[in-house]
């Protein structure tokens, strides 16, 4: 089973490509992650926003592994906490079924694009730079891993 982060940008602060790395590399063979990212379009003054968050959308989507699960990360998405995403960890898990989450780029996600995305999450009521959502991600796909390992990693309620 992979797990698959499709990520838009590129050069992220060293801090952001450790934190990431830190995380992914705790991960075990079982469940690897892989962190893929998409090139931003370029955006200025004048930027025709619409139009490059629908080329990113088209990235995202092409680099969406065949059958693999789709969930795009979205503030109006479904909240989910960490003990449901590692029930959803271990049932990948079980179905050995390959994941892909799209974390999309300053504006997020082409509107059209997600609502044909079947699963949207949102991590957090707050709003954060989408590259800090790297890092958080992939150390919840961690935690969610540590849990049905039954790892003391996690020491939540």
Excluded at 6 to 23: C, F, H, I, K, N
Excluded at 31 to 51: F, H, M, S, V
Excluded at 99 to 106: D, F, Q, S, Y
Aim: hydrophobic share 40%; charged share 25%; net charge neutral.
């Amino acid at each position: 089973m992979r797990i698959k982060l499709l990520a838009v940008g590129t050069r992220m602060p060293s801090w952001v490509v450790q934190g990431y790395q830190e995380y992914a590399q705790r991960m075990p063979p079982i469940c690897q992650l892989e962190l893929q990212e998409i090139t931003a379009k370029k955006r200025g003054k004048n930027a025709d926003t619409a139009r490059i968050l629908r080329d990113e959308a088209e990235l995202l989507k092409s680099a969406v592994p065949d059958n693999a699960i789709t969930i795009a990360l979205d503030r109006r998405g479904k909240h989910i906490d960490t003990e449901n995403l590692a029930r959803h960890m271990q049932q990948w898990i079980d179905e050995s079924q390959d994941v892909a989450i799209l974390i999309g780029g300053p504006e997020g996600i082409d509107a059209n694009f997600l609502n044909n995305v079947p699963l949207k999450w949102s991590l957090s009521a707050m709003t954060f730079a989408h590259p800090v959502v790297r890092v958080m991600l992939a150390e919840q796909l961690y935690r969610a891993w540590s849990i049905n390992a039954n790892l003391p990693y996690h020491r939540g309620d």
